[in-house]
């Protein structure tokens, strides 16, 4: 019988695949739709219509998603949890200034999907890929935290490490980028604080 863990990484193998079956269509000069990505991906039409329900959403993820980089690499060398997170933040943050028309408008199709389709829908659209780097940034902590407070704060550091935060400070905050990244910053530290993650000098193991 599977396991949960096992079928989160199915899910996110089918997920991955269908992306790279359209960046190969895109390449090709076809048009991408999700029966053929689907076909190219050698994937049942109707599970990648459960992954996504558009070939605009299709299109917009497989492109963004070739600027993501592993959480592996983006936290290399870094010595605390603390400065695991900001890492992980300020490359999520870069993504969204570097591709920020994309990003909105993926968030608008999302949006759509989840007024015509149904929030479960809208959210099978999203690969969730900040709040798995995020785990792998608080990993060293999972054990100080405990599963409760682990949970709540990757969460909420996910609210603030994406496109949607950014379209609420510069929008109706009237914010430019470099005081929406200070905005965010500012929230990001809290909460390590809060936690009791804002030390300069790594002792997770010392809460265990």
């Given at each position: 019988m599977q396991t949960e863990g096992g079928r989160l990484k199915q899910k996110a193998r089918t997920r991955r695949d269908l992306l790279e079956a359209a960046r190969r269509l895109v390449?090709?000069?076809?048009?991408?739709?999700?029966?053929?990505?689907?076909?190219?991906?050698?994937i049942s039409r109707a599970t990648a219509y459960r992954y996504f329900s558009n070939a605009d959403i299709l299109t917009l993820e497989s492109v963004l998603d070739l600027q993501v980089l592993p959480a592996e690499d983006v936290i290399a060398g870094a010595s605390t949890v603390r400065e695991r997170v900001m890492r992980v933040h300020r490359h999520l943050i870069d993504l969204t200034r570097t591709a920020e028309p994309q990003f909105r408008l993926f968030l608008a199709r999302t949006l759509d999907a989840s007024v015509n389709e149904g929030a479960a829908k809208a959210r099978a659209l999203r690969g969730g890929r900040r709040v798995a780097m995020l785990e792998v940034a608080?990993?060293?902590?999972?054990?100080?935290?405990?599963?409760?407070?682990?949970?709540?704060?990757?969460?909420?550091?996910?609210?603030?490490?994406?496109?949607?935060?950014?379209?609420?400070?510069?929008?109706?905050?009237?914010?430019?980028n470099e005081d929406?990244?200070?905005?965010?910053?500012?929230?990001?530290?809290?909460?390590?604080?809060?936690?009791?993650?804002?030390a300069e000098t790594d002792d997770t193991s010392s809460g265990a």
């Open positions: 390449e090709r000069g076809e048009t991408v739709t999700v029966p053929a990505a689907a076909d190219e991906a050698g608080l990993e060293p902590a999972r054990t100080k935290l405990g599963k409760a407070s682990f949970r709540t704060l990757v969460n909420a550091l996910s609210a603030v490490s994406g496109i949607e935060a950014g379209v609420a400070l510069k929008d109706a905050c009237a914010l430019n929406a990244d200070r905005a965010t910053t500012a929230i990001v530290e809290a909460l390590l604080a809060r936690y009791g993650l804002d």
